[in-house]
């Protein structure tokens, strides 16, 4: 069994990996952490230019159709750069929850302007008490004459602010997988948004819905739960998640043991002793 990468997957990575160095090197992470975008949209321009943005996207929606590996093996680099961008919200796990999810129109609509990183589509699931489980969902979706009316509050939504549409996941029964999802865009009605303080200074944000209206045709799965679809969507995106954590601790053993060999103590490296050397 050949467990080597292709030529074009090895392509793929040193891609990526020159890209992040020269458009996020880690000097450059200070200068975004807490602030409004908070990604560098010199680096989401270029990812959008060599198709990154349509990593995970059906050719025929304008996107490269690639697998999971391919999209561990990009956002490893990622991690190696810690570079932040909407790519795992957007391109992974709400591209993937269209495709699965979404009819023809919506389809057609979204996934082209997400693969082309012209739209910026972001998850709103996590909220305040609850889990990542289907009982963490409590924002009701109410029915109502030609659609749905939303009520609750969403919190860490990563990149609300520049999101072209939130993919919400709302209960709409008291079952515990009775969970729908809707597509709200955030200059709706009673939808207010407010950047959410967070250990890693990333861009996330609070979202309360007062009531929000959200048409038919905005609803996904025709409106039946789709708590397998998000189920396979999530799961499917911890791959490039996990890739990327492994891609900066790679790079953080690479800068201690370059430390550990130019530092020195009474006279020698301090990667010479026992306790650094461990």
Known sequence: MDLDFSEEQTMLVDMVRRLCE???PLTALRTLEGRE????EVFWSRLSELGITGLWIPEAFGGLELGA???ALVHEQFGRSLAVSPHLASSMLSARLLALAGDASQREHWLPAIAAGSAIVTVAALEPGGGFGADGIQLRAQPVNGGYRLSGTKHFVAFASVAAALLVLARCGDDPEQVIGLLVKPDAEGLSC???FNHAGEPCYKVVFENVQVELADVLNEG????DAWSQSMFGSLIPLA???VGAATCVHEISVAYAREREAFGRPIGGFQSIAH
């Open 194 to 196: 407010h950047m959410q």
């Open 224 to 227: 039946c739960p789709l708590w």
């Open 22 to 24: 020269d458009t996020v």
């Open 69 to 71: 590996l391919e999209a």
């Open 243 to 245: 890739a990327r954590a």
């Open 37 to 40: 975008p908070g990604y560098s």
